[in-house]
């Protein structure tokens, strides 16, 4: 049986900023969702992540059905899907990095990707591909599940013992990221799968919403608002309610 989604995205300036440097995307008719946070001077954030949203779209709808050699060859731990996906965000950093060494006033652009990608409705496996700190969540079963880990110095701290979960919530350096697409010529992507269910739904943000709401306080939005596209408007004025200090962008899927 088909599995069907609805999906609503959304994405505001916040409180603090003067530009938006988020973009995101919903293509329906090929299953892909994706969030980008960009960064860089003289609004070269914004480019980047309109960068990479539009090439990894372009790949995409280009090559999903194709036999497109994979740019780094055919990893067997994943699935068509995943290998495509990875090798769309792969083409996207080349991309961007040498239009970022091109033009002078891009110098040091780059940005975040997260990439929730579901090609085929007979199927449930759902893919997804992450550079940096923006992140995706599976709500299940009244569980908030974080599909995603931060490439960021905190969370290696995390992982190292070096600091508490509480500590990570309050450091002074919890956004300075270890991986983004642009800042060097190549990049690894972390590519996660995993069956979805209908009832399951997945939100995609930038960090601008979980730097301002806790996850307890990102799933009960979610559960008191079962309109998805309510739940985002939601989500984002919860965000500024607490101080909205960067961009924040949400999309929400809803698998039926």
């Not at 049986?1 to 300036?13: A, C, E, R």
């Not at 090798?87 to 060494?101: F, G, T, V």
């Amino acid at each position: 049986m088909p599995l069907n989604f609805k999906v609503s995205g959304l994405s505001d300036v916040g409180m603090k900023r003067r530009e938006n440097e988020d973009n995101f995307a919903v293509d329906r008719k090929i299953g892909l969702f994706l969030v980008a946070d960009g960064m860089g001077g003289h609004a070269a954030g914004e480019v980047a992540s309109k960068m990479a949203i539009d090439l990894v779209v372009d790949y995409l709808r280009r090559t999903r059905e194709s036999d497109e050699p994979y740019l780094t060859g055919f990893n067997t731990k994943y699935s068509r899907a995943g290998n495509r996906l990875n090798s769309a965000i792969i083409l996207a950093n080349q991309i961007i990095s040498d239009s970022a060494c091109n033009r002078k006033e891009w110098d040091g652009m780059g940005t975040t990707i997260v990439a929730a990608w579901l090609p085929n409705p007979s199927s449930p496996k759902l893919t997804i591909a992450h550079v940096g700190d923006s992140r995706a969540y599976l709500l299940r079963s009244g569980d908030l599940i974080q599909l995603t880990r931060d490439h960021s110095v905190v969370e290696e701290q995390l992982r190292e013992g070096l600091i508490s979960r509480e500590e990570a919530s309050t450091s002074a350096i919890r956004n300075m990221i270890t991986r983004a697409l642009g800042y060097r010529n190549r990049v690894d992507v972390e590519i996660t799968e995993l069956d979805v269910e209908p009832g399951d739904k997945l939100l995609l943000c930038s960090d601008g919403l979980n730097t301002m709401l806790t996850d307890e306080e990102i799933m009960t939005v979610i559960h008191m608002t079962p309109n998805i596209e309510r739940a985002c408007k939601k989500l984002i004025t919860e965000a500024n309610r607490q101080g909205g200090k960067d961009n924040i962008t949400v999309i929400m899927a809803s698998f039926l």
